[in-house]
């Protein structure tokens, strides 16, 4: 290979590509995170040369995820730093108060001018009949910057805002409460701010949690390695095998047109989408995880099989734990939790899950699919209420199962559904045009994406030990055998992957 030929292929490495960003099932990641392994070696257990190293990877992660975008991560990272360093440094309380409002305030204000000026303008379009248009003044300034000013005129969303802004919040939240010193070392912050793993899509990684570890020495134990790889394997399965597949070949097609197909198909696309948004998510935070156990770090888990939950209550602890935790600690008990009686608890928790669904996009569908979460939560602390011995039946167990799951299944259409119309078009077709008879041909014309539910599903909802013993075993096996388990998944992903790769559902949140 020539000296041009090799510069062309760093140049490559090291540029951003629109239709190429650097993804956790494409092969280029991988080749990203072994160039880094390899650095790692060198540098060994220098300390502050590990988290100067790994900054830097984490930031040409984010480069290359989402272009000149990044430049937002390193103004949230100053900003941030800089607002702890406020808060250790003064000590009257009002004074800390201001400080702590400022920051949060415009930490929200950024994270809305991107996530919620389009939907914004558009409704007031849509409420007044006006023709107000929205300009990307961000994009304007980095066209300006590489001589192109009028390459984007939308208001985009970068990648991992929502994420990221939470973390900070959650960092200068933890410095004024007291329950952690500020930083000193802007280094230091902007590592756990951009830590690749978890930067795009969670989980959001508490201050109080990521900081302590950041110059503890390197340690990984064969058995946590084992885990580590055991995790980056059932998350690439869900991702690609399960996720992707139920996407392209049955929920995307059924729900893009849900009046061309039968209530059958539409009942069990909806069922495919509560399986496919569940395998898509919890797939990469268990990547994540696994990745970011490799180099040393410790997140929480994410996912505690939340179809199983018996009540809203116990689905919200069991998905996305990462941020239903943030929206109590940050949100919910701020407003008055459970502390002031039930009309405020249920008040609480209906705006927090409002505010909740908005966080997860601009768009009405999202307000009421977190307004009935809301609803939903309310009514399962009522019927917590009711006597134990009544609760602790094992019919009352099942039903209470079968009907959270399904209340969970309904909400996801109108998640999934671009609009109300749209949601009402697949509930519509379920209600009045369901004829059991068509479900053999269902299975016959739609084998593949059956059989996948049929696994997915059941490897969801099998005994809680029956799952350990498969994780122990693979922990336990020689590493003869995991190599070939390992060889055996990259070839049934290689064989099964389209050409063209899904992105995480998450990424648009």
Known sequence: MDFSSLWERITDFLSYNDLHPLLFTHVGFWIFFLILGIGLIFIDK???????????????????????????????????????????????????????SVAVGLNLLLLAYFKYTLFFVNSVNELFDTTIT???????????????????????????????????????????????????????????????????????????????????PYELSPREASHALFLILIGLFKK??????????????????????????????????????YCDFSGYTDIAIGIALLLGYRLSINFNFPYKATSMTDFWRRWHISLSTWLRDYLYIPLGGNRHGRVVMWSSLMLTMLLGGLWHGANWTFVFWGGAH??????????????????????????????????????????????FE???????????????????????????????????????????????????????????WKFAITLL???????????????????DF
């Open 46 to 100: 220098r300390n502050t040369a590990r988290v100067v190293y790994l900054f830097a990877f984490s930031l040409l992660f984010y480069y290359k995820s989402c272009g000149l975008f990044f430049l937002l991560i390193l103004l949230s990272i100053a900003f941030n730093y800089w607002v702890g360093l406020l808060l250790g440094r003064y000590k009257e309380h009002r004074t800390r108060k201001t400080i702590l």
């Open 489 to 507: 998944i990259a070839l049934v992903i290689l064989r099964v992957q389209t050409a063209d790769l899904q992105p995480f559902i998450y990424f």
């Open 240 to 277: 690609i095998i399960l996720s992707d597949y139920l996407a392209l070949n049955l929920v995307d097609r059924v729900f893009d047109n849900p009046i061309a197909y039968s209530g059958v198909e539409n009942l069990m696309a909806s069922y495919g989408y509560a399986l496919q948004i």
């Open 422 to 480: 749209q949601a009402l078009q697949v509930l519509e077709q379920i209600f009045t045009a369901f004829d059991v008879r068509h479900l053999p041909e269902f299975i016959s014309g739609y084998w593949a994406a059956s059989l996948l539910l049929f696994i997915g599903y059941f490897l969801h909802w099998m005994p809680t030990q029956w799952i350990e013993r498969i994780r122990g075993a693979f922990i336990s096996v020689h590493w003869g």
């Open 374 to 419: 809301g609803l939903g939560l309310v009514v399962s602390k009522m019927i917590d209420r009711l006597p134990k011995d009544f609760l602790s039946r094992p019919a009352v167990i099942m039903a209470r199962k079968i009907l959270c799951f399904h209340y969970v299944v309904f909400l996801w259409i109108f998640f999934r559904s671009s609009n």
């Open 134 to 216: 929205h300009t990307n003044i961000f994009a304007q300034f980095l066209g300006w910057i590489v001589g192109n000013p009028s390459s984007v005129t939308m208001v985009l969303l970068p990648v991992g805002i929502s994420f990221y802004t939470f973390q900070a919040i959650s960092y200068v939240v933890d410095v004024y409460r007291g329950d952690i010193a500020p930083l000193r070392r802007i280094v230091d912050f902007g590592f756990y701010l951009s830590f690749f793993p978890q930067l795009i899509a969670g989980p959001i990684v508490r201050a109080s949690e990521f900081i302590p570890q950041i110059h503890k």
